[in-house]
């Protein structure tokens, strides 16, 4: 399958920071990337869909300031975390797929963040 | 938003039983997937299932897909140490999605095979 790359794997950072996550992929463009949130043994939650150079759409219940997202290039997407609180500490993933109504997203191996 | 409702959420067994896990929904879904993640990485597509009551193999993994496109079940014959993992079963997140698009994931199961 194709090759989906998150950076950094983990991140610690002070409250009140922000704190950027790259999703590329490395083998395929990306027209549309997903950005998934996922706390300690529970399942994903959708947090928000990225289309190359369009506005991200935001699930609800998820605040777009808090977490801007950028899709700029067919092969990178990135989520930043913005004034970062511990309840923002979690498993981020990204999933990106290719274009057509028929490709498979694949995942990132997730960033963990920890906001202390 | 399509909910799918997973269970058992725990599971803990010893090596060599058999297992199975369930996903329930009162939508019908096009399309239902299962994933494997395990701690620190992210999902790992093991099958998609599209036909109503189409059953899939992948060696001692059994995937079976509702008549009604509503329900699937993993059932894994003589597990291993190396089973060990969040077993996930997601499908569209929206009415009339596909599973190439968004994805809504059932709660999850964690299973641990003991030696």
């Known amino acids: 399958g194709a090759v989906v790359s998150q950076h950094p794997s983990w991140v610690i950072c002070k409250s009140g920071t922000s704190v950027k996550i790259e999703c590329r992929s490395l083998?395929?463009?990306?027209?549309?990337m997903f950005w998934y949130r996922q706390f300690p043994k529970q399942s994903l939650m959708l947090m928000a869909t990225s289309n190359e150079g369009s506005k991200a759409t935001y699930e609800q219940g998820v605040e777009k300031d808090k977490f801007l997202i950028n899709h700029a290039s067919l092969t990178l997407s990135t989520l930043t975390v913005t004034s970062a609180h511990p309840e923002d500490s979690s498993f981020y993933i990204c999933s990106a797929r290719g274009g057509g109504w028929n490709t498979e997203a694949f995942f990132g191996q997730g960033t963990r963040l920890t906001v202390v | 938003t399509q909910l799918l409702e997973q269970s058992p959420q725990f599971l803990s067994i010893q090596e060599g039983e058999n297992l199975t896990v369930y996903c329930n929904s009162s939508?019908?879904?096009?399309?239902l997937q299962w994933y494997r993640q395990e701690p620190g990485e992210g999902p790992v597509l093991l099958v998609t299932v599209v036909t109503g009551g189409e059953v899939k193999k992948l060696k001692r993994l059994t995937f079976q897909f509702g008549d009604a496109r509503k329900d699937s079940s993993l059932h894994i014959t003589a597990a291993q140490p190396g089973d060990t993992g969040l077993y996930l079963c997601?499908?569209?997140?929206?009415?009339?999605?596909?599973?190439?698009?968004?994805?809504?994931f059932g709660q999850g199961t964690i299973l641990t095979v003991h030696p």
């Open positions: 939508s019908v879904f096009s399309s």
């Open positions: 997601a499908g569209p997140g929206e009415a009339g999605g596909t599973s190439y698009g968004k994805l809504t």
């Open positions: 083998d395929f463009q990306a027209t549309t």
